[in-house]
């Protein structure tokens, strides 16, 4: 047998203890991706919020989106095959 421990590595040394100039510099770096975080979080909910209320007008890119989806998967909820979308004529008749 090995002296070799089961289950996997052994653990990484202890990290020496931080300056008090790290410690500031770690929580000034932690506020400002807090902020960051709370910025995209406040921007996502407006742009949702704007997006519900110009479909709600029937209006805007989450109406067309959804729209053009019918336009190409219709036929699939319908549940038979594709209905003509233009009447054929033969030549010269109307």
Avoid: Y
């Amino acid at each position: 047998m090995s002296g070799r421990k089961k289950g996997g590595s052994a653990s990484p040394p202890p990290m020496p203890p931080e300056t008090v100039q790290e410690q500031m510099l770690n929580a000034d770096m932690i506020r400002r991706l807090e902020e960051i975080s709370a910025f995209n979080r406040q921007r996502n909910l407006d742009n949702a919020v704007r997006l519900a209320q110009m479909a709600a007008r029937h209006q805007g890119p989450l109406v067309d989106h959804f729209a053009e989806l019918g336009r190409r998967f219709a036929e699939l909820s319908r549940g038979g095959p594709p209905k003509p979308q233009l009447r054929v004529i033969k030549g010269g008749e109307a």
